[in-house]
């Protein structure tokens, strides 16, 4: 009995001795997946370092300024566009009865926002625009019930033809009135589709419009070329 004690003893060291390999071990684990976690989260630099594919971006060299014009938000009445500076912004044109573009367009949008947010840190990401070109039936505070409904950061604005025009024309978006027939075939004023452009537009902090996003979209595409384009510009 007496020589017991010292053996229960010499096992528990030997115990000891054999789990520190092994608590080693699962530490190393846990800390590779912990940084293959945050490297999976961030774009590779060998990717970083290739074009963007122009059927995804093109960039505009020039760098044209935004036109400033008068718009409406609600909440806010008249805004300008020269408000517009100090943060990376995504001008998307369409309107709220567009029966099936504008929905998609947006919805992509909403999807490369949530891919963004989960990499880059609030102060970098875009604000979205959803500019009306139907000002006549989009009223400011029909346009943000509308764009809400997609994703609560994004912005509805609308104005004068005039303004509309002057704002998205020198960037090659333009969009035209069909008038539809009512039941008795004659042409109605009031139901309309209007074919729009649905290249998007990317205005940097300075107000100037670094490039073009053209149709088809697709969210993961524009997330990735987005995150090239704001390294590229921080360096």
């Not at 938000?73 to 567009?98: D, E, I, P, R």
């Not at 919805?107 to 604000?127: F, V």
């Amino acid at each position: 009995m007496v020589n017991q004690k010292p053996e229960t003893e010499n096992n528990s060291g030997a115990n000891s001795v054999k789990n520190t390999p092994v608590k080693k071990v699962l530490f190393l684990v846990l800390l590779l997946a912990v940084v293959l976690t945050a490297v999976n989260q961030l774009i590779p630099s060998s990717d970083l370092n290739k074009p963007i594919n122009p059927k995804t971006y093109i960039e505009l060299p020039d760098r044209k300024a935004l036109p400033v014009v008068t718009l409406e938000q609600a909440g806010k009445g008249k805004v300008s566009t020269a408000t517009l500076k100090g943060k990376w912004h995504m001008l998307l044109f369409g309107y709220t009865f567009c029966p099936d573009v504008c929905p998609v367009e947006l919805s992509t949008l909403h999807k490369m926002m949530g891919d963004l947010r989960k990499q880059l840190p609030a102060e970098q990401l875009p604000k979205i625009v959803f500019v009306s070109v139907d000002p006549e039936r989009d009223s400011a505070e029909m346009l943000e019930k509308y764009v809400k409904h997609f994703d609560a950061d994004f912005i509805g604005l609308t104005g004068k033809q005039t303004d509309l025009t002057r704002l998205a024309m020198p960037f090659g978006i333009s969009w035209m009135k069909q008038l539809n027939t009512d039941t008795i075939g004659k042409k109605n004023n009031k139901n309309y589709l209007l074919s729009h452009a649905t290249t998007i537009i990317l205005v940097n902090p300075d107000t100037k419009v670094a490039g073009l996003f053209p149709a088809p979209h697709t969210a993961n595409e524009m997330a990735v070329a987005y995150q090239k384009i704001i390294q590229k510009e921080a360096n």
